[in-house]
T-cell receptor, first 115, second 114 residues
Framework: DVKVTQSSRYLVKRTGEKVFLECVQD?????MFWYRQDPGLGLRLIYF???????EKGDIPEGYSVSREKKERFSLILESASTNQTSMYLC??????????????FGPGTRLTVL | GDSVTQMEGPVTLSEEAFLTINCTYT??????LFWYVQYPGEGLQLLLK?????DKGSNKGFEATYRKETTSFHLEKGSVQVSDSAVYFC?????????????FGTGTKLQVIP
C-alpha cells in the first residue's frame, strides 16, 4: 500500500518559533511538493523538488524554505512562524512521467496553528 | 500559465440527486486532467483521470469526459449518496521545463443530505 506520511496531524506553535514539517514517501518518487490549503483559496504550491537536493519555488514561497537530503524525505521549514501561516499543509509526491498522466499521492495533512 | 476554474460551492443535494460540478481549464500544452476528492480530515485522493481528448474517466459512479473543444472536464454522478459528501478538486498536470507541474482548482464542497 503506497503511502505518504506527515510527521504531525496537528501542531500548535508560537509566533517567531522555527517550525519543521516532515514528509516521507515510500514510492521512490522523484517529485515532491508542499502545498497549503486555505478555505476559498484551494491548494497553493509553496515549494517542490524534482530530485535530491533540488528545489524550486512555487507560487507562495515567502516565509518558507525546504530541504531534500534524501529521495524519500521532503521537509518544509518556517524560519519564524507568523499567525498568517496558520493553515493546513499538504505534502504530495508524484512519479516523473513522459506525458504527465501520473497522479499525485497526498499525505493526510498537518493542521498548523500559530498563536 | 495554466489555470483551472471550477464552480463555487458549497453544493447541497438530496440523496439520489444528480450531480454536476463544472470545471474548465486553460493550458498551453496537452495536459492530463484529474478529479481529486478530499473527505473530512483527510488528504486528497485521486477520484478519476483522463490523459487525452475524448477520454472518459470513471470511478465509484463518477464520470468526467476530457473535452478539448470546450476545455472542460465536468464531474457527474447519476445518484449521489451521503458518503459522497466531500470537497472535490479539479486539476491538470503537464510537463513544463522538465518538471511535472500540477495546477488545482479552488475546490467545490459537496454536502449530501438524507
Amino acid at each position: 500500500d503506497v503511502k505518504v506520511t506527515q510527521s504531525s496531524r496537528y501542531l500548535v506553535k508560537r509566533t517567531g518559533e522555527k517550525v519543521f514539517l516532515e514528509c516521507v514517501q515510500d514510492m521512490d518518487h522523484e517529485n515532491m511538493f508542499w502545498y497549503r490549503q486555505d478555505p476559498g483559496l484551494g491548494l497553493r504550491l509553496i515549494y517542490f523538488s524534482y530530485d535530491v537536493k533540488m528545489k524550486e519555488k512555487g507560487d507562495i514561497p515567502e516565509g518558507y524554505s525546504v530541504s531534500r537530503e534524501k529521495k524519500e524525505r521532503f521537509s518544509l521549514i518556517l524560519e519564524s512562524a507568523s499567525t498568517n501561516q496558520t493553515s493546513m499543509y499538504l505534502c504530495a509526491s508524484i512519479s516523473s512521467g513522459v506525458a504527465g498522466g501520473n497522479e499525485q499521492f497526498f499525505g493526510p495533512g498537518t493542521r498548523l496553528t500559530v498563536l | 500559465g495554466d489555470s483551472v476554474t471550477q464552480m463555487e460551492g458549497p453544493v447541497t443535494l438530496s440523496e439520489e440527486a444528480f450531480l454536476t460540478i463544472n470545471c474548465t481549464y486553460t493550458a498551453t500544452g496537452y495536459p492530463s486532467l484529474f478529479w481529486y476528492v478530499q473527505y473530512p480530515g483527510e488528504g486528497l485522493q485521486l477520484l478519476l483521470k483522463a490523459t487525452k481528448a475524448d477520454d472518459k474517466g470513471s470511478n465509484k459512479g463518477f464520470e468526467a469526459t476530457y473535452r478539448k473543444e470546450t476545455t472542460s472536464f465536468h464531474l457527474e454522478k447519476g445518484s449521489v449518496q451521503v458518503s459522497d459528501s466531500a470537497v472535490y478538486f479539479c486539476a491538470l498536470s503537464d510537463r513544463a521545463g522538465g518538471y511535472q507541474k500540477v495546477t488545482f482548482g479552488t475546490g467545490t464542497k459537496l454536502q449530501v443530505i438524507p
